[in-house]
């Protein structure tokens, strides 16, 4: 797969509620985002960001991260495992985990996306961005995509085939993954 250049749109801050939860794994959950009229203009493999600050049962937590840090925390991207036909945006969430002697901070925004946020949860969520995306042109270059994967890796790529197949474009895909487990 080749990178293509993504069209250039202003990234915007949108309302999102958690619509559905599926846990996936024994430490990873899926959040089905409802963004109610918004324009779902993106492209399938693209990313959301969420920024930590908007919780404002995080905000000892992140005021000490921050201290000791001595920077702000950053907002996390997080893989559209959804395309735009669909109604819901979805994002994977694997949670961190702090291993003493590992880990050199504890996480601080996946623990509760992805055991504690409920249908109705809401979120502001920034997008749409990423340039992992399918070339517009990639049917008069390819016939066949080979989707390598490895662990949360495989999120995007769910959005690419789907987009692909909604689309009926003739694509093959291909999907080698592996997991491991600790």
Known sequence: MTESKPRRRKVREIQAVVAEVRDETHDAASLLLD??????????????????HQFGF??????????????REKPRAYS???????????ITVKEERFWPGES??????????????PPGTTLTISG???PY???????QEADTILHLCAGSGIVPNFGLIKASLHADDGLRHVLLYSSKTR
């Open 133 to 139: 995306t399918l070339p517009d042109d990639v049917t």
């Open 58 to 71: 995080l905000e000892h937590v992140i005021a000490y991260l921050e201290e000791i840090k001595g920077s």
């Open 128 to 130: 749409f961005t990423g």
């Open 80 to 90: 559209m495992g959804s395309a735009p036909h669909e109604p819901h945006i979805l």
């Open 35 to 52: 963004i109610g009229d918004e324009p779902r203009d993106y492209k399938a493999g693209q990313f959301i960001t969420i920024d930590p």
């Open 104 to 117: 050199k901070y504890p996480p601080v925004l996946s623990p509760p996306l992805s055991r504690h946020c």
